[in-house]
T-cell receptor, first 113, second 114 residues
Framework: DQQVKQNSPSLSVQEGRISILNCDYT??????FLWYKKYPAEGPTFLIS?????DKNEDGRFTVFLNKSAKHLSLHIVPSQPGDSAVYFC????????????FGGGTRLRVKP | DAGVIQSPRHEVTEMGQEVTLRCKPI?????LFWYRQTMMRGLELLIY????????DSGMPEDRFSAKMPNASFSTLKIQPSEPRDSAVYFC????????????FGSGTRLTVV
């Protein structure tokens, strides 16, 4: 039973355009959400996060949107750059249940020059 | 800080052999996690420790898998005996006991069981 799902295993975008990565969750107790980025042969690295009390958080080219009623969040990258090509993992945490992140299956983003 | 350090980076072993993966977390971090990444299941949590004590091992696939954390600076994940389906990348991560703070991952160990 996957509590965090990324239904698109891959995404291809032209350089300069917007990349939108989606994530759905089922556990309404999740109160904090994070996105991680992973390059080949490296561990995932933290990218951006959002608390459940917010609906948007922006950091440079990266923006995360949260729709609690739909149990959906998305990561927008604009403009996309070839260096953004990586696997992106969505993760969620229930802070009242300990310090344990639940990850989605990942989306491989390819930004074409 | 050197970050989370995992060894070895790559391990190739024959089916039936014992495999031991090692992890050194970031100094001062209270939590340590072992994850496995596969194409089919993405990143799945195997086990995690808090202050060296195993808290949740429900993700450990079988009794062939075991993990220990003898002290705050070292953890091992052991597979005995190993099977080809154990082939995956195994990540260790550590974090502070601060709610909502994300993890710091190691570079992973790519395990191939032939």
């Amino acid at each position: 039973d996957q509590q965090v799902k990324q239904n698109s295993p891959s995404l291809s975008v032209q350089e300069g355009r917007i990349s939108i990565l989606n994530c759905d969750y089922t556990n309404s107790m999740f109160d904090y959400f994070l996105w991680y980025k992973k390059y080949p042969a490296e561990g995932p690295t933290f990218l951006i996060s959002i608390s459940s009390i917010k609906d948007k958080n922006e950091d440079g080219r990266f923006t995360v949107f949260l729709n609690k009623s739909a149990k959906h969040l998305s990561l927008h990258i604009v403009p996309s750059q070839p260096g953004d090509s990586a696997v992106y993992f969505c993760a969620a945490i229930d802070n009242n249940a300990g310090n344990m992140l639940t990850f989605g299956g990942g989306t491989r983003l390819r930004v074409k020059p | 800080d050197a970050g989370v350090i995992q060894s070895p980076r790559h391990e190739v072993t024959e089916m039936g052999q014992e495999v031991t993966l090692r992890c050194k977390p970031i100094s001062g971090h209270d939590y340590l996690f072992w994850y496995r990444q596969t194409m089919m299941r993405g990143l799945e949590l195997l086990i995690y420790f808090n202050n060296n004590v195993p808290i949740d091992d429900s993700g450990m696939p079988e009794d062939r898998f075991s993990a220990k954390m003898p002290n705050a600076s070292f953890s091992t994940l052991k597979i005995q005996p190993s099977e080809p389906r154990d082939s995956a990348v195994y990540f260790c991560a550590s974090s502070l006991a601060v709610q909502g703070v994300g993890y710091t991952f190691g570079s992973g160990t790519r395990l191939t069981v032939v």
